[in-house]
C-alpha cells in the first residue's frame, strides 16, 4: 500500500520526511498483517466416529423370513453396502420413479431450500471482502462565499471577490487487518453456515423422495384395504338377506336377524374411514408434487405394482454420520459455535485500522492533477475497549455456552441417527414375521373357504356357513394387505434412515 504513482508531490526536505513517515507507517502495517496469520480461539475439529460396531440387538446381517404373496420374499441385510442415489428404483414402478422426478422438480420445499443455500452464498462471498482494503472514490464541487471581514479568501491573491469554487477528486483506502483474526473466524462461521445450508437442502431433498414413496405405498394399501373391505360388506349384505328369509321362515330367530344386522353396520362403518385416508393420501401426494388437489396425477398405486428390494444396505453408525444430512447439519452448526467462540475472544482485543487518501483539489475544474494540488494522507489507529461494564465478557461466556449447546446437539443428532436405523430394522424383521402369518392365516382362511363352498355345492352346509367362511377369509386378506404395506413403507423408512444415498447424486442436484 502506498501513494499511486501518478500523484505529485512537491519537492524538498519537508517531502522527504513526510515519505520518510510513510514508509514507517507502512511498516507498522506490514508488521500488523504479519500477525495476521494466527487466528485466536479454538481449531475445529471433527467430532469423533461412533465406535460401536452395529445397532445392538437390532438385526444389522442375515435375512428376514420369507412368506408366499406379493413382497413376500426375504430381505437380506448387506453390512457396508452403499446406497444408489435413485434408490427408489429398487421398487420397479415406472410410475413411481415419474412422481419423484415430478416431485423433486416442482416442490416448493426443494425450491425453497436452493435458494436459502444460494443466499447463504451470496451472503458469505460478501462477507470474504472483509478480508480486502476497501476503496471509495469521490468527486465534490463546491461555491462558496467566503467572509470577507474575518476570513482570508483561500487564494493568495488579494481579497476582490469573496465567491469562489473549489473541486476535490479522491480515492479513499480503509482497511482493518485481521490482527487477531477474528474476521477470518466470523467468516469461517458464515462457511459452516453455507455447510448448513447445503445440508438442510440434502436433507429436505431425501424426506421428499422418501414421502413420496411412503406415500404411494399407503395409497396402495388403502385400496387393498378398500377392496377386501367391500367384499365383506358384500358378503354381509347376502348374510343378512339370508338371516332375514330364514326368520321369515322361523327359522332365525329375531336375535339373529338383529345380530346380523349390526354386523353389516359395523362392517359398513369401516368404509368411510378407508375412503378418507384414501383420499387424503391422495392429496398429500399431490401437494408434494407442488401442485393444488385439483390436479391430482393420474398415476394410481396398487402393492402389485411394486417389487420388494430384497437386499438392504446396512451402514455402521461411523458411516451413518457421515450420510445422514441432520447429523451433518448439526456438524456444521458445531463448527459455527466454534468459530464464535474465536469472534468472541478477537473482539476482546485490540481492533486496529489503516486508512489513505489521496486525490486533488483545486478552485477550476480544469485546475485538477496540475502541479501542487495533489494530497495525500496515511494513517494507523489502534483502539482497545477500556471499560464496557463486562459486556465483552459476557458474549465470550454465551459463545461458550453456545458451543456447549451445540456439541450436545450433534450427539443427540448422531444418537437420534442410530436410533433411526435400529428402529427401521426392527421394525423390518417384526414385518416380515407379521406378514409371514398373516400369510399363513390368510391361506389357511382361503382353504378353509374352499372346502366350504366343495361343501355347499354338495348341500352339507348352510349358504350361511360358506358366508361366515368367506368372510373369515377377507378378514385374513385385509390383514395380508396391512402387513404388506407396512413392509414396503418400512423399507422405504430404511433407505432414507440411512441418509438416502445423496452422496451418489450429481453436485447439480443441490444447487
Known amino acids: 500500500m502506498g501513494v499511486s504513482p501518478w500523484v505529485r508531490e512537491p519537492c524538498g526536505p519537508r517531502s522527504r520526511a513526510a515519505r520518510a513517515v510513510a514508509r514507517a507507517q507502512l511498516g507498522c502495517a506490514a508488521a500488523a498483517l504479519a500477525l495476521a496469520a494466527c487466528a485466536v480461539g479454538p481449531n475445529f475439529h471433527r467430532p469423533p466416529a461412533p465406535k460401536a460396531a452395529d445397532y445392538g440387538s437390532a438385526p444389522s446381517q442375515g435375512a428376514t423370513v420369507a412368506s408366499t404373496g406379493t413382497g413376500g420374499a426375504a430381505q437380506s441385510f448387506v453390512a457396508g453396502q452403499d446406497i444408489p442415489a435413485q434408490w427408489w428404483t429398487l421398487f420397479h414402478s415406472e410410475q413411481l420413479t415419474a412422481l419423484i422426478a415430478q416431485a423433486l422438480k416442482g416442490n416448493p420445499d426443494l425450491e425453497a431450500a436452493r435458494a436459502a443455500l444460494r443466499q447463504a452464498s451470496e451472503l458469505y462471498n460478501a462477507q470474504r471482502t472483509s478480508l480486502l482494503p476497501v476503496v471509495q472514490g469521490s468527486f465534490d464541487a463546491q461555491r462558496a462565499k467566503n467572509s470577507v471581514l474575518t476570513l482570508a479568501n483561500p487564494t493568495s491573491l488579494p481579497q476582490t471577490n469573496p465567491y469562489y469554487n473549489l473541486y476535490t477528486a479522491q480515492l479513499s483506502l480503509s482497511y482493518s487487518p485481521d490482527v487477531f483474526g477474528g474476521l477470518r473466524r466470523s467468516l469461517e462461521a458464515a462457511r459452516a453456515g453455507v455447510a448448513q445450508t447445503r445440508f438442510e437442502l440434502i436433507a429436505t431433498y431425501v424426506t421428499l423422495s422418501s414421502n413420496v414413496v411412503v406415500t ?216 416380515a414375521d407379521a406378514l409371514k402369518a398373516a400369510a399363513d392365516a390368510d391361506e389357511a382362511a382361503r382353504a378353509a373357504f374352499e372346502v366350504a363352498r366343495h361343501q355347499q355345492q354338495l348341500g352339507t352346509i348352510s349358504l350361511v356357513a360358506l358366508l361366515n367362511a368367506e368372510q373369515t377369509y377377507q378378514q385374513a386378506e385385509a390383514a395380508v394387505v396391512q402387513a404388506r404395506g407396512a413392509r414396503f413403507a418400512d423399507t422405504a423408512g430404511l433407505f432414507q434412515a440411512l441418509g438416502g444415498g445423496w452422496w451418489n447424486s450429481s453436485e447439480a442436484a443441490f444447487r
Not at 347376502?238 to 349390526?262: C, F, K, N, P, W
Not at 398415476?299 to 438392504?312: A, H, I, N, V
Request: glycine share 4%; hydrophobic share 45%.
Open 216 to 431: 404411494a405405498v399407503q395409497e396402495a394399501s388403502l385400496r387393498g384395504q378398500i377392496a377386501a373391505t367391500a367384499r365383506l360388506l358384500e358378503i354381509e349384505r347376502q348374510l343378512t338377506a339370508t338371516v332375514r328369509q330364514q326368520h321369515s321362515l322361523g327359522t332365525a330367530s329375531e336375535l339373529d336377524l338383529l345380530s346380523q344386522q349390526a354386523a353389516e353396520a359395523q362392517t359398513a362403518a369401516q368404509l368411510p374411514p378407508l375412503e378418507k385416508q384414501l383420499g387424503q393420501t391422495r392429496d398429500a401426494l399431490t401437494a408434494l408434487l407442488g401442485r393444488l388437489p385439483s390436479e391430482e396425477p393420474p398415476q394410481t398405486f396398487t402393492l402389485q405394482d411394486l417389487s420388494l428390494p430384497t437386499e438392504l444396505p446396512v451402514s455402521l453408525p461411523s458411516r451413518l454420520i457421515e450420510q445422514r444430512p441432520d447429523v451433518r447439519q448439526a456438524e456444521e452448526n458445531l463448527h459455527a459455535a466454534s468459530a464464535q467462540v474465536g469472534v468472541a475472544l478477537a473482539d476482546m482485543l485490540p481492533q486496529f485500522t489503516v486508512s489513505a487518501d489521496t486525490g486533488s483539489a483545486a478552485l477550476a475544474i480544469n485546475k485538477l492533477f496540475t502541479p501542487y494540488t495533489g494530497f495525500w494522507d496515511i494513517g494507523a489507529s489502534l483502539t482497545q475497549t477500556l471499560f464496557d461494564a463486562g459486556a465483552l465478557i459476557y458474549r465470550h461466556r454465551a459463545a461458550d455456552a453456545a458451543l456447549d449447546q451445540a456439541g450436545a446437539q450433534y450427539r443427540a443428532a448422531v444418537i437420534l441417527a442410530c436410533q433411526n436405523v435400529a428402529d427401521t430394522l426392527r421394525a423390518l424383521q417384526a414385518d
